[in-house]
Every structure is written in C-alpha cells, then in structure tokens.
C-alpha cells in the first residue's frame, strides 16, 4: 500500500498475469437441437451477436468505450483463450494487515462511533486506515482501490462526520450504476443511523418524479449516477451551489460507460473550492486527467489487492461446432457444486432471453441488465443473494462493483470484450479468501 501526494506522472498498470494448465473439453453427446439457439444462432454466442448492440448492458444503453476494434471479444485466438485458465490455484495465507489505527482513535461523532461498532467493523481496512485522516481533515483523496476493500466506508465516515460538525454541508456521491448507488446509500443509512439526516439515490431506470420530491426536502447526501443527476440539474430540481463535497465512485468506470461529459458538466457547476474525494480502481490518462483538473493536490492511496485471479480455478469450457451452448449450460447448472453462479452474457436482451430459458428447464433463474427497472434489478439481485435462486445472468456494466458473498462459479457464457472485464467478472467468485471457479465458453469456430 502506497501514500503519496499527487504527481500527473503516476501510473498503476496491474499485470494480470495468470499460469496456463489444461482446460476441459465438454464430451458431447450427438448434437441436439434444444430450440434455444444451435449453431447458427449460438444463443448468445461468443463473438457473434445477432440481438442488439454489443455491450450495450448499462445506464441509458451506453456502450463501454474501451472495446477493442470497436465490436471485438477477447478470447478470439488461443493465445487470448489461454489466459482464461489457471488450474494452479495457490491457495497462500495473505499476511495480516496491522492499521495504524483503530475507529475509536479517529476524532469523529460518538454516535457514528457507535454505529460502527454496531456493523460490527472492528479494525479499518488498509484504505479506510489511510484515507480517512486526510478526508477528516478536508484534504482530497485519490483512492486507488477496487470494490471489496471498504473504499465506501472510507468516504462515508469521513463525510457524515462532516456533515453532523458542519451542519447544512451537503454531500453529493456519484457512481457508475444504479446497484452501486443503492448499495452505497444501504450502508450511509446504517453509519447514519439516529444521526438526523438523510440520503437519497438519483439513478436511472426509475421514475424521476419520486427523486424530484425527495430533492425538495434537501437531503444531506445525495448518491447518483452522473446521467440522472444532470438529468435532475436540468430541470432545476437539482442545485449543487449548496454541495462543499463531491466524491468519485468507480471513476474508471464512469469513464468506461461514456459519462465523461456528464461527470465534467457537473463537476464544472460545483464551487471551485469544494472537497473532492475520488475512487478509482484503475489509472488511465483520462482518469490522471480528472484528477489534475478537478483536484487540489490530492493525497494518493494505492490500495494493492491480491490478485484475486489467482485464488480463482479458471478454465475454458470448448463447445464443440455443432454444439448448443445452451444445452452445454443448463447440463453443468445441474451440478450440485453449481451453487451460487453468475452467468456473463453480452447483450441485454440475450440476458434475460438465457434466464428465462434456463427458468423454464426449472434452474431458477434471475437476471440484471440495463433494461429492467431499477425495482427488478433489485429485486433480482436480493433473490440471488438470499439464496432464493442459484444463477444470477448479467451483463458486464450490471454486474460490476457488485458485493456478492459466495459466488460459487462465474460464467462467462459470451466472451468478454475485454482482458480487464474478464478479471473483473470472475472477480466475483473467489473472494474474502474463498477458492473460486470461472469457466469460460469458447466456441470452436471449426
Ligand atoms: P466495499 O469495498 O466498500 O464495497 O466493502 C466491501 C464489504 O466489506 C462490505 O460488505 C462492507 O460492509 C465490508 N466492510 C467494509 N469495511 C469493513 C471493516 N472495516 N470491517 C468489516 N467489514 C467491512
């Protein structure tokens, strides 16, 4: 882990680099039609996709900017198809982490104190331990640091004690997608407990009229993702002139899903001399950027996660030509190991199309993507995690940043377009020190 003010020369290019071993070969039996695709339609099939545009999984159907060749999959030659396997999983103990600090030396509310202990967080984690001073002291934060390191309880703590020492400052988070708001607003309502304040979630996909309601009562917090929250601004229901603070969340991810000119605009309408907290799991250019434009010398903490991809056993699953994947799937869901899985496929439409197949054969069955409303996603998300239905299907931008405990398998059932959305779906299975399993699905052209 890593302190240090800000320089425009930083980077923090991750090697992903997996160990190669075998990979499993579906036995076929004789090709069956099952009506859910075949060869030619190939359900969803990797690198082909005959429903809708590609990727276009997320807020407003914006498509990821970082594509490769513009509509391009990863895992097209075998040398990219080797890098989904690893069956030499490591399993070593990660050296504890000692914090310099403990929650009750930090010189924040009693009763936010109390409301910690209450979620039972006994020790800050690396980056709550390194942030929260500086953000206690109204410095700018850079957060290097991936989902499942406690980055939101790093800007929660820090932000609700503002807002109880400087009554009437108002907070405005903004996140990549609807899911992530709601989670963080889950945990804001737990820190703020009998506090006397409140939040609200500004997200797409649900009716904005509740969300202009709310605005009126000015709530202390509001987290949102960046096209609603313009959306909100440009019809005067949103004024940020009373918002001191701002934080990032999952920037790079903003940058991905096209909400660049929204995050500028509503940076550009905020007072110069706010506070910025700024979360990222990457470093890019155009993040470096951001940050030297809408940053004050900013404290940097790079957070280095163990790489998760090695405690993951990864594979490839070959679908013979000829062969349906679908039938390849719903054989494998069958398995009792398959627990708790979450299947990867690349369009909106063919994600829910899968689940509802897989729904029909009796594997329960939910899925998230950009077209449900933000109630059903929810809803979906909830059964999943509850344990109600075994196979969660998603779309990338659905999926990400979700905490998602005991996911027993990821599949990508479509080909992801990139090596890093690779890394960060089977992210989902193998954590909190658990082994995990991803399978992926190439088709074998010939
Ligand atoms: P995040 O990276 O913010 O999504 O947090 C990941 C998970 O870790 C969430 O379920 C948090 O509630 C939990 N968490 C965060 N900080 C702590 C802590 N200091 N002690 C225990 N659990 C934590």
Redesign the pocket.
Known sequence: MQVGRWNHQSSDKKSHESSHGGERSYSSRSPQRSGFGGRSGGYMGGGQRPFGRPGAGGNRGRAPARRRGGFGSFGETEAEIAKFMNRTVVTTEEPVFVPEHK?SDFDINPHLKKNIEA???????PI?DKAIPHALLGQDVVGL??????????FLIPLIDKVMKQKGDRILIMAPTRELAV?IEK?LAGFAKGLGFRGMVAVGGANIGPQISQLRHNPAFVIGTPGRLKDLMERRALDLSGFGTVVLDEADRMLDMGFIDDMRMILGKMNKERHTLFFSATMSREIEKLIGDFLSSPVVISVKTRDTSKNIDQDVVRIPRGKDKFEVLAELLKDREFSRVLVFGRTKFGVEKLAKALSRLHIHAESIHGNKTHGARIRALEAFKAGKVSVLVATDVAAR?L?IPAVSHVINYDLPSTYEDYIHRIGRTGRASLKGRALTFVQERY
């Open positions: 929650f979620r039972k967080y006994e020790l800050p984690t709550q640091a991936e989902t499942g390191t406690g980055k939101t309880a790093a989670q945990e940043g905490d």
